[in-house]
C-alpha cells in the first residue's frame, strides 16, 4: 500500500479566467477501487491529465507509483489485435493475457483478427485487459462503458470488482455501485472522498443537500427578521433624537442628557442587530456553495392524431451479405417510452436512423404515420462546432429557451461563448438533448442519450420523462435508467 497526496493543487487552463481546482488537497490509496464522479466540465479528466503529468500545475502531486490511463490510443487498427496489446505493453506474458481475456469472456482467437475488425465492446474489454497486464501501476480508466452493452458492461463491472489499485470515470450507477469501494467527487468548491458504494454516497450528498437547504431558509428567515428590527430599532433612536430640541407635553423642559442617553442606547441596539444581521448573512453564503442544482425540465412534445405513429412488421436490415437483424416486429403508441436493447452489433442504430428517414437498405414492412414529426438524437457528435447561437438558429429552435435548458443542465454563461467543438463529451450530448427537447414533436428516439453525461444530468433527465410521459424510442445501456423509464422493452438479436 502507498499514498498518492495532493497538495493545495491549482490549475487553469490557458486563457481562462477561472480555476479548475483551486488550492485542493486530499490523498488516495492505491490500494483502493476508486470511483470519480462530478457533473460534466467540472475537470475529471483534467485531473486524470495532471495525474499524468500532461500539463502544468501549482501545488504538489507525490507518488510512489507510475500512471496507466485508458483508453490507449491505438494509431493502426489494421494491425493485428495481438500486436497492438504488445505496442502498448511489450514485455507481457502471453499466458497472462489470455487469462484477463478470458475473465472478460474475449476468445483467443480475437488476438489473430484486425484490431479494426473486433466491436466497439471487445476492442474495449481487449486494451482493458492489456491495461492489468502492467504491474506497480495506479490505473486510470476513464468512462470505459462507452459502446458497451448491458450483459458486456456487468460483465467489465464484475472484472473491476476483482481488481484494486484505480480510479474509474464513470457515470453509470449501476456499473460503479458493482465494483468500487470509495467515491472521489469533485463538487462546486472542493473535491471529496467518501467510503463506500456510489449509492452510499449518492444518499450522503442528498442528505447533506437537504440539510443545508434547510439551514439555508431558517437563514433566510433569520435576515429577514433581524432587517426588519434594525429598521425599526434605527426609526426609534432618530425619532427619540428629534425629542431633543422639543418640550413635553406638560410644557416642561425636555431632559437633554436622558434623551440623547436613550437614543444612544436605542442606536448600539440598532448596531448590535446589524451585526448579527450580518453575521447570519456570511453563514448564509457559506451554505449552499456544493448543492447540486437539478431544476425540472420541459419537452415541447405535440400530441399525434393517431394512437399508432410507427409499425414494423417482420423487418430485417443487411448490409451486403452481414444481416443486422432479421423479422423485427413491434409498434409505437401515443405514450409509448420503448427500450430498443440487445447486443451490440444487433441492428439498434439501424432501426432508429430508418425510422428517421435514413436510406437504410431492409425487407419487411415498415408504416409511418403520415406527417409525424420526429426528434432524434444522435450517438455521434463529432459534427458539433460554432457558437451554440449559430446551432440554435441552424436547428430552427428558440435560442433563449435553448441555452435555459442547458443553464439547466449545469452550463455556465461563460460557456454559452465558447465553441461547441470544445466543449466536453457529456456536454456535447447536453447540446442534443437541449435541442430535441425544444424541438416541436410527436415522437423523440434517442439513440444512447447518456453517453457521457453526469449523474445528476441523468435524473433530471429521467424526472422530466416520467413527468411529462412524452412517447419515446430509446437505446440505453445504462440499466438504471432503463429500469425507471421504458414502459416496455423490445429485444434484438444478432
Known sequence: MSLIKVTNLTFAYDGSYDNIFDRVSFQIDTDWKLGFTGRN??????????????????????????????????????????????????????????????????????????????????????????????????????????????HARKLVSNYLNSKSGFILVSHDRAFLDNCVDHILS????????????????????????????????????????????????????????????????????????????????MMKRSKSIEQRQNSAIEEKSRLLKNVESSESLKIAQIAYHKSLLVELDRLSIAYGEKTACRDVSFTVEQGDRIALSGPNGSGKSSVLKLICGEDIPHSGSLRIGSQLQISYVSQDTS?????????????????SLFKTILRKLDFSRAQFEKDIASFSGGQKKKVLIARSLCERAHLHIWDEPLNFIDVISRMQIEELLLEHSPTLLFVEHDSEFCNRIATKTVKLKN
Open 186 to 265: 469533485i463538487n462546486k468548491t472542493n473535491i471529496d472522498i467518501q467510503r463506500g458504494r456510489f449509492s452510499d454516497w449518492l444518499e450522503n450528498k442528498q442528505r447533506q443537500d437537504s440539510f443545508e437547504l434547510d439551514e439555508n431558509e431558517k437563514l433566510r428567515k433569520d435576515v429577514k427578521r433581524l432587517s426588519e428590527a434594525a429598521k425599526r430599532t434605527s426609526n426609534w433612536s432618530h425619532e427619540v433624537e428629534k425629542t431633543k430640541n422639543g418640550t413635553r407635553n406638560s410644557g416642561s423642559k425636555v431632559d437633554k442628557g436622558y434623551v440623547g442617553h436613550k437614543a444612544a442606547k
Open 383 to 399: 459534427h458539433l462546432r460554432g457558437s451554440l447561437t449559430e446551432f440554435a438558429r441552424s436547428s430552427g429552435i428558440e435560442d
Open 41 to 150: 466540465g467540472r475537470g475529471k479528466t483534467t485531473f486524470l491529465q495532471l495525474l499524468l503529468g500532461k500539463y502544468e500545475y501549482s501545488g504538489t502531486i507525490s507518488a510512489n507509483v507510475s500512471f496507466e490511463y485508458f483508453p490507449f490510443h491505438v494509431t493502426n487498427k489494421d494491425n493485428l489485435t495481438v500486436d497492438v496489446v504488445a505496442d502498448i505493453y511489450p514485455d507481457y506474458e502471453h499466458w497472462q493475457l489470455l487469462r484477463e481475456l478470458s475473465l472478460l469472456k474475449v476468445s483467443e482467437e480475437a488476438l489473430y483478427r484486425p484490431f479494426g475488425s473486433l466491436s466497439h465492446g471487445e476492442q474495449t474489454k481487449v486494451l482493458l485487459a492489456a491495461l492489468f497486464l502492467k504491474e506497480n501501476c495506479f490505473l486510470l480508466i476513464d468512462e470505459p462503458t462507452n459502446h458497451l452493452d448491458l
